[in-house]
């Protein structure tokens, strides 16, 4: 096969002399200056002559910003194969995603053993670099459940845990020469390294063959395996031209789509890539487009991870250069939400509502479920699923100011609420919208808001005015008071039923900077004191919105954290309104400040962490001091919960009649979490407590916890929007039932 479709990459080979560091870290910087791709170093590591190929790797990167960097090659039989793959990875993430791996299987095998190395045969060089390739990978695949396991002759894992990922895809290419390692190369491998001065005239198309043969038999493709080729200065200096007649048929006739230049002269060097790499480009270029390439596009490996039920051939094309399969790279930053792992068969990443329209067209045409994901942080869990489609709105983030006057904001469902917070600082404008500034519009502005402003101004959904919507068949439609009203009534407070949403107007608040005041209590009667944190905060100013955590510390003692945020820079009115609250409890800490809202409105860690947060429980109360308040009391007193957050909203949000939106629990005040301790089970005296939730922090969703989201005239309208919208239930966490 003389071309496999690879682009076409050049390399400089630079020998790591300790003689002269500061020469050899330059020569890498000039590379990366003329253009050259990647930079490579010989590893040795018994040479003393030469500086560590590792440290000098590290250094090197810190000191370079475009180039990749590489071995050329690893002395595996020195180089701990899981360490080796951690090592790799740390600085693929530090620098950027700029890491690629070369091995060997060792050479000069008494210098090997004088370092405390094993001497081994051919074969059996062979055999342990194939165990190294497994557990290097094994490592590298953090999304795989459970420890990694090989049980290798010269090379094994013992369970050990996987990770991290590295920030792309590293390529393993292997240096060889022989059968059995070029058989290697087309089994697992990535690329193949010889150098060109150890060939023989007809050595790189046998090797081709070697290689092509074993990768078909592997159920893999040829072109699978890049081919790499160090090349030298020899004893005659050859002229650009000589040097171009020498390379063009080793790229076009050999397949050769990496060439890497052995050289430590700046000089050579720059000639190199001023005459020569230009010329070469520019003729494989013709000559592909005269006849084009194989091309290079997903691997078999990556093709071998692909869903059933999911037609990726079909995938329209405006979607296709930015889905992202099981098998790619990038798989891993987007397959999980925050608190929840998933493993879908494709994510699809529109940028704007044509697209978000045709991949629900598309999504709803497969074999398998699919969820619109916005910002990917609920805990409810319905951001990812299992071999399904996740329509990723992420990219649709814009955050517009419509009308100053009217405060009317337009934000793309993909924004983060952080983002909108900062853009809308500068307007000075605000709109309440949760406590964590990586929750991403979509879920929250479609299901509720309960915020930091929450008493002031209401529930988020509150202040949505219109709204943009995909429906299931992906027609596209607007929803307003005046446009398809009863859609509009089900997008606030039930939006994932009925659409997929891409954009909301919002009213905004005239606010800029706000009081914050946090105060940790030490609890001594749960129940107790939740009841009167309840009656606090109902006789407190409207303004003034707490947030509170109660939490067990190592010794059994319960802890309660507030943080208290006064709407407004009033400061005297602020603190008349937040001293009550010192007086609940014995304070362990306490601090207050004015601040931007903005600043409030902080991430939380990676969007993307797949944390595995246990099951929460949810529940909406009128009061703290009603049945289930005190049941969840008692059982952070008994050791049965680690976690209780209350999110308090009695006031504007009351002012709100129940019909007006899908969210009809106006009589409730507080919304409560619970996460159980480790063993605990707390589900069926929750579940007896509880009357009413919502819906977003709800992880078991049953026809039971459904009733509670939705009472029942507000369920049996849901039921109609929806027979309208999404007559064949494509939509939605679960059925809303007959």
Same mark, same amino acid.
């Given at each position: ?24 870290? #330059? ?6 200056? @003329? ?62 995603? =700029? ?9 000069? /095998?008494?210098?090997?053993? +004088? ?6 045969? %051919? ?16 490592? /590298? !695949? ?13 090379? !094994? ?15 393993? /290419? ?16 990535? *690329? ?8 023989? %005239? ?25 081919r790499l080729l160090n090349i030298a200065v020899g004893r005659e200096v050859l002229s650009p031209q000589e040097w171009i007649d020498q390379l063009l048929p080793l790229a076009l006739v050999d397949g050769i789509s990496t060439f890497i230049l052995a050289s430590d002269d700046p000089r050579g060097l720059e000639e190199f890539a001023e005459e020569v790499i230009p010329v070469l480009r520019e003729e494989v270029a013709a000559e592909r487009s005269a006849a084009p390439a194989a091309g290079a596009g997903r691997s078999t490996r990556a093709l071998s991870r692909r869903a059933p039920g999911i037609d990726y051939d079909a995938i329209p094309e405006a979607l296709a250069a930015d889905a992202v399969e099981p098998g790619d790279p990038t798989y891993a930053r987007v397959r999980h939400s925050y608190v929840h792992r998933g493993s879908p068969g494709l994510v699809l990443r529109p940028a704007d509502t044509d697209q978000v329209a ?5 999504? =709803? ?22 071999? &399904? ?27 983060? $609420?952080?983002?909108?917070? =900062? ?8 709109? !309440? ?15 509720? #808001? ?7 101004? #209401? ?106 945020? /006064?709407? *407004? ?7 008349? +309104? ?33 944390? =595995? ?6 529940? @909406? ?5 009603? &049945? ?12 049965? @919960? ?8 009695? #006031? ?28 605990? !089970?707390?589900?069926?005296? $929750? ?52």
């Amino acid at each position: 096969m003389p071309d496999y479709g690879h682009d076409l990459r050049f390399g400089t080979f630079i020998t790591p002399q300790n003689t002269a560091p500061d020469q050899v870290v #330059g020569l890498a910087q000039l590379s990366e200056q @003329l253009g050259y791709d990647l930079v490579t170093f010989q590893d040795h590591p018994y040479q003393p002559a030469f500086l560590d190929t590792w440290t000098l790797l590290s250094y090197v990167a810190a000191r370079t910003e475009r180039v990749h960097l590489a071995p050329n090659v690893l002395n595996l039989p020195l180089r701990n194969p899981a360490v080796t793959a951690r090592s790799v990875a740390s600085l693929d993430l530090l620098s950027g995603g =700029r890491i690629d791996l070369a091995l060997g299987a060792g050479a000069f /095998w008494e210098a090997i053993e +004088a370092m405390g190395g094993p001497r081994l045969s %051919p074969g059996q060089s062979v055999k342990a670099l194939s165990e190294a390739v497994e557990v290097i990978r094994g490592i /590298w !695949s953090p999304e795989e459940r459970g420890g990694l396991f090989v049980k290798g002759e010269f090379h !094994s894992a013992h369970g050990a845990k996987r990770g991290p990922a590295p920030a792309h895809d590293v390529p393993i /290419w292997l240096g060889a020469y022989k059968p059995r390692m070029l058989r290697l190369i087309g089994e697992k491998a990535d *690329g193949w390294l010889p150098s060109q001065s150890y060939l023989q %005239p007809g050595d790189l198309a046998r090797g081709n063959t070697v290689i092509d043969d074993a990768a078909v038999a592997a159920g893999r493709a040829p072109e699978d395996v890049r081919r790499l080729l160090n090349i030298a200065v020899g004893r005659e200096v050859l002229s650009p031209q000589e040097w171009i007649d020498q390379l063009l048929p080793l790229a076009l006739v050999d397949g050769i789509s990496t060439f890497i230049l052995a050289s430590d002269d700046p000089r050579g060097l720059e000639e190199f890539a001023e005459e020569v790499i230009p010329v070469l480009r520019e003729e494989v270029a013709a000559e592909r487009s005269a006849a084009p390439a194989a091309g290079a596009g997903r691997s078999t490996r990556a093709l071998s991870r692909r869903a059933p039920g999911i037609d990726y051939d079909a995938i329209p094309e405006a979607l296709a250069a930015d889905a992202v399969e099981p098998g790619d790279p990038t798989y891993a930053r987007v397959r999980h939400s925050y608190v929840h792992r998933g493993s879908p068969g494709l994510v699809l990443r529109p940028a704007d509502t044509d697209q978000v329209a045709e991949a629900v067209a598309y999504a =709803r045409r497969q074999q398998v479920p699919f969820v619109a994901r916005s910002g990917g942080h609920g805990i409810g869990g319905r951001s990812t699923n299992d071999g &399904g489609i996740v329509v990723d709105l992420g990219r649709l983030d814009t955050v517009e100011v419509l009308d100053r006057e009217r405060r009317l904001v337009r934000v793309g469902a993909g924004a983060r $609420w952080r983002e909108v917070a =900062r853009a809308l600082s500068s307007h000075g404008l605000a709109i !309440s919208s949760g406590d964590s500034g990586d929750v991403g519009v979509g879920g929250l502005g479609t299901s509720g #808001g309960i915020g930091f402003l929450a008493r002031s101004y #209401g529930l988020t959904i509150d202040h949505v005015v219109g709204a943009d919507v995909v429906l299931a068949d992906g027609t596209v439609v607007r929803a307003d008071a005046e446009h398809h009203p009863d859609l509009f009534w089900a997008v606030r407070g039930a939006g994932e039923y009925v659409g997929v949403v891409t954009s909301l107007d919002i009213e905004a608040m005239e606010l800029s900077d706000i009081v914050l005041a946090v105060i940790v209590h030490q609890v001594d009667d749960t129940a107790d004191y939740l009841t009167r944190l309840g009656a606090l905060t109902e006789a407190s100013p409207r303004p003034l919105t707490p947030f509170t955590t109660l939490f067990p510390s190592d010794d059994g003692q319960t802890y309660a954290r507030i943080m208290l945020v /006064w709407a *407004g820079d009033e400061t005297e009115a602020a603190v008349g +309104a937040i001293e009550p609250f010192l007086h609940l409890a014995p304070v362990v800490q306490q601090q207050a400040q004015v601040t931007p809202y903005k600043g409030i409105i902080r991430s939380t860690g990676d969007p993307a962490a797949g944390h =595995r947060q246990p099951p929460t429980r949810s529940a @909406l109360v009128a009061d703290l001091g009603d &049945g289930l308040a005190r049941t969840a009391g008692r059982m952070m007193d008994e050791g049965r @919960l680690q976690l209780i957050q209350i999110r308090a909203f009695p #006031g504007a949000a009351g002012d709100v009649a129940p019909e007006a939106t899908a969210f009809a629990h106006r009589d409730r005040a507080y919304s409560l979490i619970a996460i159980a301790a480790a063993g605990a !089970s707390v589900d069926e005296e $929750w579940d007896a407590a509880v009357d009413a939730l919502y819906g977003n922090f709800e992880t078991v969703v049953t026809p039971e916890t459904l009733a509670k989201t939705f009472p029942s005239e507000t369920l049996a309208r849901l039921r109609d929007v929806k027979a309208v919208y999404d007559p064949d239930s494509v939509l939605g966490r679960t059925s809303l039932g007959e």
